[in-house]
């Protein structure tokens, strides 16, 4: 995986990108590439290439129709023809070097010796350089053997086999790499000038060009990653061409705006209408003036956190403890974390820029011998505790630490203090992936083991392995920092094994196929096609509820696509999770009589309807949910959702601005602790993710 730092940003001048299921989705021809290269292609000249198996008709086919842009050079066939789309001519010269060697009867009578099922492709994918089989599930022994019998009749040629089912016998000098080595002479391009893209074993030629850069999106296949998991290129987290954007962003070939541009245009469906036209009657100068005050006295607020230790759950001077509360005088990991990365765009301030160091210090500096992350670390006393309510272990501490430890190296490029603690990073890592129990890819979390403490879910909790997933991309994205390309790439790798997980369990849908073998909590379909992301399976039974922090984070993270989210946040807001304020943790709220209710909802009156996880109102959520709303497109909606998020943050229990920790779901009434660190920073983050901040 390649380092892209400021000062060292390659300089691409030529992109060589496989078609099918890298830039379009094969079956659908789906893709945002064209509407985003087309808005956002440098204005330097940057050489387009396709790199593809099609033949050359196909690859102008689908130009003509504007599913793909207009490239500059398209090499066809699996590296068998060059074309110069600009000059609309084949280049003649490569097809001289083809020839060598090349004896396409021989070929024919060796194909028919196999002992394997094997039947042509169709005649369009066929022509004089190429041969194309289907053959399913070949072992690689068999592969490999089939390169020996061409080897024994003296034939040096290109074996290529990908997705497990397609087989192509080509010229030896016949290969998307060889093909793509000889335009950049041509052209007289260094390869380390080269970006390229794919998704499958045929495209792993182009990743043998030495010194090239690569982009493998994340619904490639197995052997592709296998293949580039030691290698300096770039596992995106987004599948078919937006995953070639999220590449491009990420060698500074377009810029950051590109990653929202890419998602479909939903203003002009009639919900979206409805809610701009409320918006066009309000003051949005009113909004944004009261927005950029409440920016000011979160700054205010969170400096009220800072201590030796790091940042507090909430201001200890403004709040009266007893009981239960003293655990309030201690940096809890979440929370910390969770404030760490919400703060990050203050990193400027020396004073928080020092806390937010202090608090990811102190807590990976009291990591069990296990690996454990502490629940929370007493400020009085610099001790550390490992447990929750009742003594329950907390999960989803360790996991925030990941996430936040990541971001703030990758905003601060603080890379030694990184390589300072990348042994207790590794050792939280193995602890967290041990509470994977049955190797499925998903973690088990025990009842109240994570945020929604006193809250009776369990198992594979979709907020547990939304953040999960996204850990082990940060994890990965260190691991890069370093060096350790190959640590890297299996942890890339194994978070879009997590993804893909959590699609299949989350995501109810009568699509499945019902003739698959599948265990009780894989036929959540049963319910039809929901519009979000269900709260909750387990091996017996499932949870139908929406966990609003799971959906926004899912999307935020990546772990779903725009056009989920879209469907996801239509649903939330016509339930009205933003009513009064942003936002309520779960819909619909559990009461007594439910089989959901539990008895210890009443503790403290706590999680009453309406109270605290069960549907409480928690300002540091409506953080995400405007960030949510923004990424979907939906600027001036986010504006406006901000602007109520500033006004839950100004209601205080006894001062205007208190910030605090949640509001009853329906009243709206303040509740829990005031001057929240979280809540604070969560709000100063999607200010500066909507630009607006102090003048």
């Known amino acids: ?73 398209i090499i066809a066939g699996v590296g068998t023809l060059i074309y110069d789309y600009n000059k609309k001519q084949t280049v003649k010269e490569f097809n001289e070097i083809l020839d060598d060697g090349w004896d396409l009867k021989a070929v024919e009578n ?160 009639f919900f979206i209408k409805k809610e701009r036209e409320i ?18 006295k979160a700054i205010v607020a969170l400096k009220k956190n800072i201590t030796p230790l790091g940042f507090s759950a909430c201001s200890i001077q403004d709040n009266i403890t007893k009981g239960t509360d003293q655990n309030y005088h201690s940096v809890w990991a979440r929370d910390g974390a969770i404030t760490v990365i919400g703060s990050l765009p203050l990193v400027g301030d020396e004073e928080i820029h020092k806390c937010q160091r202090q608090t990811l210090l102190t807590l990976v500096e009291h990591i069990s011998r296990n690996g454990q992350i502490p629940s929370n670390v007493q400020i009085k006393d610099n001790v550390a505790d490992y447990s929750g309510v009742g003594g329950i272990c907390s999960i989803d501490s360790g996991i925030w630490v990941i996430i936040a430890f990541y971001e703030y190296v990758h905003v601060t490029k603080d890379i030694e203090f990184l390589r300072a603690h990348i042994e207790n990073i590794k050792k939280t890592m193995q602890w967290l ?17 994570d945020w929604t403490d006193l809250f009776g879910r369990s198992y594979n909790i979709l907020y547990d392995e939304i953040i999960w997933y996204r850990a082990n991309v940060c994890f990965g994205r260190m691991m890069e920092m370093l060096g350790d390309h190959e640590q890297a790439g299996e942890y ?12 299949q369990n989350f995501w109810p849908t009568t699509q499945q196929q019902l003739f698959q073998s599948v265990s009780f909590a894989e036929k959540q379909f049963t319910l039809g096609d929901t519009s979000y992301l269900i709260a909750q399976t387990t091996p017996f039974d499932f949870s139908w509820r929406c966990d609003i922090l799971g959906n926004i984070l899912a999307f935020l993270h990546g772990t779903v696509d ?57 300002p540091f959520v409506g953080g995400y949910w405007v960030k949510f709303i923004n990424k979907l497109g939906f600027r001036d909606v986010a504006v406006s959702e901000l602007y109520k998020l500033a006004l839950i943050n100004k209601e205080g229990m006894t001062d205007e601005w208190e910030f605090t920790e949640w509001a009853h779901g329906k009243t709206g009434k303040p509740m829990g602790k005031s001057y929240q660190a979280w809540s604070a920073a969560q709000y100063i983050s999607a200010c500066h993710d909507l630009g607006i901040t102090k003048k």
């Open 1 to 73: 995986m390649s380092n892209t730092e400021d000062d060292n940003v390659p300089d691409i001048k030529l992109l060589s990108f496989d078609i099918d299921n890298t830039l379009i989705n094969f079956h659908t021809h789906k893709s945002n590439f064209p509407k985003v290269w087309t808005q956002y292609k440098p204005e330097h000249n940057i050489l387009l290439t396709y790199n593809t198996g099609r033949l050359l008709d196909d690859v102008l086919g689908l130009i003509e129709k504007g599913t793909l842009p207009e490239p500059d050079y």
């Open 110 to 269: 060796i194909i028919k010796e196999i002992d394997h099922p094997i039947s042509e492709q169709p005649l369009k994918f066929q022509h004089a350089y190429k041969r194309s089989y289907f053959f399913y599930d070949a072992p690689e022994a068999l592969i490999d053997e089939i390169e020996k019998e061409f080897k024994k009749a003296g034939m040096h040629i290109n074996v290529v086999y990908s997705g497990e089912q397609y087989l192509d016998i080509l010229p030896k000098w016949a290969n998307k790499g060889n093909a793509l080595q000889w335009l950049l002479q041509k052209l007289d391009i260094d390869s380390h000038h080269t970006l390229v893209a794919g998704d499958s074993g045929n495209d792993s030629a182009m990743f043998d060009v030495e010194n090239v850069k690569g982009i493998v999106v994340a619904n490639a296949h197995e052997e592709l990653y296998k293949y580039t998991k030691y290698r300096q290129i770039y596992h995106a987290e987004s599948v078919h061409g937006d995953g070639v954007i999220e590449g491009l962003v990420y060698y500074k070939i377009l810029p950051k705006d590109a990653m929202i541009a890419r998602n479909e245009d939903h203003k002009d469906e």
């Open 279 to 296: 918006l066009a009657t309000e003051d949005e100068d009113e909004k944004i003036k009261l927005i950029r005050k409440g920016y000011k």
């Open 433 to 449: 992936g041990a509470h994977d129990s049955n190797n499925d890819a998903l973690l088990e979390i025990p009842e109240a083991g």
């Open 492 to 503: 890339i790798r194994w978070s879009q094994v997590i993804k893909k997980e959590i699609l």
């Open 562 to 618: 725009s056009e989920k989210a879209h469907q996801t946040f239509k649903f939330m807001l016509g339930v009205g999770v933003n009513d009064p304020y942003p936002v309520a943790n779960v819909y619909p709220v559990v009461s007594p009589g439910d089989p959901d209710w539990r008895p210890y909802y009443t503790v403290n009156l706590l999680n009453l309807p309406d109270h605290y996880h069960n549907g409480g109102i928690w």
